[in-house]
């Protein structure tokens, strides 16, 4: 079983829906969970980040957290073109370590 | 926010020849760097965590006599690919967490990545 696993895509959806994307992760003690955006080519750049149970939102993006059913999601509303990338999902265990899913690939359609 | 370069952004080199990859907390100071990997339309993958003062910490699977890693300060870390191989033509990415970690700021910040080709 991967640590982290995403469905890898595309998703695709029309600009001003919602997009939904959706993470699994195996360690139980995982503490902290990333969201990156990485267009063709760039490096990652930080979307959002959650540590405790629940939503937490950030303009059109919310991040959406259940440690116990190990799941975390990123719903973007209002979907612009410019949102058209990677997302990588990504969780820190106890460790230093920070492991990446494979990442969904989104694309939204004008 | 905290920023991380990493130089060169790309490079071609000949088959056998060493790359040597830098990145730079410019800043903040950063006692642990990470040295990722990516092939195209694949996740990133932790190659090692590089440690100030110490010797890196390498993945399963990852050659540390390939993959030289120094961390001589605390805002810099090389990765050094010896006798590359065509096989190594990827995309190399560095991070870097910020001494505030201990405040409760968890983020990685990653460097812009180096495209690496081998003829």
């Known amino acids: 079983q991967k640590e982290v696993e995403q469905n890898s895509g595309p998703l695709s959806v029309p600009e001003g829906a919602i997009a939904s994307l959706n993470c699994t992760y195996s360690d139980r003690v995982s503490q902290s969970f990333f969201w990156y955006r990485q267009y063709s080519g760039k490096s990652p750049e930080l979307i959002m980040s959650?540590?405790?149970?629940g939503d937490k939102e950030d303009g059109r993006f919310t991040a959406q957290l259940n440690k116990a059913s190990q799941y975390v999601s990123l719903l973007i509303r209002d979907s612009q073109p410019s949102d058209s990338a990677t997302y990588l999902c990504a969780v820190k265990s106890g460790g230093f370590k920070t492991i990446f899913g494979a990442g969904t690939r989104l694309f939204v359609k004008a | 926010g905290a920023v991380v370069s990493q130089h060169p952004s790309w490079v071609i080199c000949k088959s056998g020849t060493s790359v040597k990859i830098e990145c730079r907390s410019l800043?903040?100071?950063?006692?642990?760097m990470f040295w990722y990997r990516q092939f195209p339309k694949q996740s990133l993958m932790l190659m090692a965590t590089?440690?100030?003062?110490?010797?890196?910490?390498?993945e399963q699977g990852v050659e540390k006599d390939k993959f030289l890693i120094n961390h001589a300060s605390l805002t810099l870390s090389t990765l050094t690919v010896t006798s590359a191989h065509p096989e190594d033509s990827s995309f190399y990415i560095c991070?870097?967490?910020?001494?505030?970690?201990?405040?409760?700021?968890?983020?990685?910040?990653f460097g812009s990545g180096t495209q690496l080709s081998v003829l």
């Open positions: 800043d903040f100071q950063a006692t642990t």
């Open positions: 991070s870097a967490r910020d001494l505030r970690e201990d405040r409760g700021e968890r983020k990685l910040f």
């Open positions: 590089s440690n100030e003062g110490s010797k890196a910490t390498y």
């Open positions: 959650i540590y405790s149970n």
